[in-house]
């Protein structure tokens, strides 16, 4: 396919499109004239993933060609999935980077619901430090919720990547395994996470407006609406002598 299918394929601008090509992020097509080339389906796909790591993700420019370099050059599932979920640093600079952040005290406690939950994970992968800075900012509000609190909620989480794995399971190539793992791992975050507050309104109608319905009823139909007769007026309304 030519630039401009390309282009109208993957909802990039034609501009975009050639400074990811100078940038290295996006493959060079196969050369057929001076200043013409064709595209691929590869290229469509890796575009693609490019755009989403970079809009929806919010990653930089630099920062998605590391991964994208490190995700060509893996042949383990296991590895793309850690590299595009920050779960594992696309390279030793990153490495060195993520062991030099400041790691918040609720992070052993992080560990502790791990641990709990018999999962196998890296003491020093990002989503340790993010839960663990959960926890200390629940406990600075006194909210009573702690990490043993939230393992039943790490059982459905635990249930939930099962599925996810299967979305996985089963991709040829390092590329499309990486493009499978973003749409796990990335946009299929905030659809969990709108289902979730879905779920939450149709809980909360049901259990406040049935107790609200029930107080009506214990009071009588009337109680609360009936007005006070005044002084010198009969309940009809007329004025007594």
């Known amino acids: 396919m030519k630039i401009s299918e390309l282009s109208r394929r993957s909802g990039v601008p034609i501009p975009t499109i050639k400074y990811y090509l100078r940038d290295g992020l996006l493959p060079q097509g196969h050369a057929t004239a001076a200043n013409q080339a064709v595209y691929d389906e590869d290229h469509l796909r890796r575009l693609r993933l490019i755009r989403t790591l970079i809009s929806v993700r919010q990653l930089s420019v630099s920062a998605t060609k590391e991964i994208l370099s490190a995700v ?21 600079k990153a490495k060195e980077k993520q062991s030099q952040q400041a790691v918040p005290p609720g992070a052993a406690d992080a560990l502790r619901l791990a641990a709990e939950m018999g999962w196998d ?16 900012a629940l406990a600075d ?5 702690e990490w043993r609190t939230l393992l039943p909620y790490a059982e459905l989480v635990d249930r939930m990547s099962k599925l996810d794995l299967d979305q ?19 946009l299929l975050e905030p659809a969990l996470l709108a289902m979730r507050r879905l779920a939450q309104e149709d809980k909360s109608g049901r259990l406040f407006r049935a107790a ?20 010198g007026e009969k309940k009809d309304g007329a004025v007594s002598d």
């Open 72 to 92: 060509t050059h893996e042949g383990d599932p296991h590895q793309i999935l850690g590299i595009v979920i920050n779960a594992r640093p696309a390279d030793l």
């Open 121 to 136: 994970v890296d003491e020093d992968t990002s989503a340790i430090g993010e839960l663990g800075g959960v926890l200390d």
């Open 141 to 145: 509000l006194g909210a009573g919720i």
């Open 168 to 186: 996985l399971n089963g991709r040829s190539g390092p590329l499309e395994q990486a493009e499978r793992a973003v749409v796990v791992s990335v």
């Open 212 to 231: 609200a319905a029930g107080q009506e009823e214990h009071a009588g139909p009337e109680q609360g609406d009936r007005k006070k007769t005044a002084p």
